[in-house]
């Protein structure tokens, strides 16, 4: 096993990653316009925003290669994805292999896990070879930890939030991407559940400027390393002022 290399993916143990795998996830009409569809806007936002790394799905990855390659901007590849469409509870399988994404320039993997789902284990087992393989070669894993389903039911935000953080540490995550409740408290003792695992959190549907800048302050103040969001920033009018803003409050610079 050898120790996973973070510094390309990020600077002192801080991040901001843009996040695009939201076509796949929830088709394009719900979350593009005119601007926003196109790869090549969300590689030219990363790259003039300073971000550490985008996030793509596979398919992206290949068609846009030699843009990706071109922007120089760290590439992670989300290795399973699913539409919106199937409802029921929630799973997400494998559609991209860690040997593809290697292939394809990826310089970190990510995965989805609902935890709480009645196909947690399937995801948990899918996972857990990933990790192996990633790691054996010394290549970051990034894990989405979403409760979702049946057994979340009755739970508090704030027990599912420090519960996610907390499997990323137990499933050999090396970054785990959870969603914010908004309670700073809770967000400090879910980064100090995830222990040496990074903690970063999403975005979630488009928010009011200063408040989502908010979520970005909270979750530096609360130790973890940063965010991974998408449509906050490439839905915003100007998502290159955003950006400079996010990088401000992350690194102080
Ligand atoms: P956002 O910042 O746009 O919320 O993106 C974060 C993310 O995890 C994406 O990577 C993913 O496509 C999306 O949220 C999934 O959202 P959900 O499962 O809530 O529909």
């Known amino acids: 096993m050898r120790k996973p290399n973070l510094d390309k993916i990020m600077d002192n143990g801080k991040a901001m990653f ?111 070879a990933i990790e192996e393989e990633a790691h054996n070669i010394g290549i970051p894993v990034i894990t989405w930890i979403y409760p979702r389903g049946k057994g979340t039911e009755g739970k508090s935000e704030a027990e599912l939030m420090a519960y996610s953080a907390r499997v990323g540490l137990e499933v050999g995550a090396d970054i785990a991407k959870i969603r914010y409740n908004g309670n700073k408290d809770d967000l400090k003792w879910a980064v100090k559940a995830a222990g040496k695992t990074k903690v970063v959190i999403a975005g979630g549907t488009k928010a009011e400027e200063d408040k989502f800048l908010q979520e970005v302050k909270d979750i530096v103040v609360a130790g973890g390393a940063g965010i991974a969001v998408g449509r906050n920033v490439w839905q915003s009018q100007d998502p290159f002022a955003l950006s400079k803003k996010i990088k401000k409050i992350i690194f102080g610079k």
Request: charged share 25%.
């Open 18 to 128: 843009l996040a695009y795998d939201q076509g796949l996830e929830h088709g394009p009409t719900k979350d593009f316009n005119d601007k926003n569809a196109d790869p090549n806007y969300i590689i030219e936002i990363a790259k003039k925003g300073g971000y550490n790394a985008i996030i793509f799905q596979k398919g992206i990855a290949e068609k846009y290669s030699e843009e990706i390659k071109k922007s120089k901007v760290p590439l992670i590849i989300k290795l399973n994805g699913k539409t919106s469409l199937r409802g029921g509870e929630q799973i997400s399988h494998q559609i991209c292999s860690v040997k593809e994404a290697l292939s394809l320039g990826a310089v970190a993997v990510g995965y989805t896990i609902y935890i709480g789902s009645e196909f947690e284990e399937d995801m948990m087992k899918e996972f857990s």
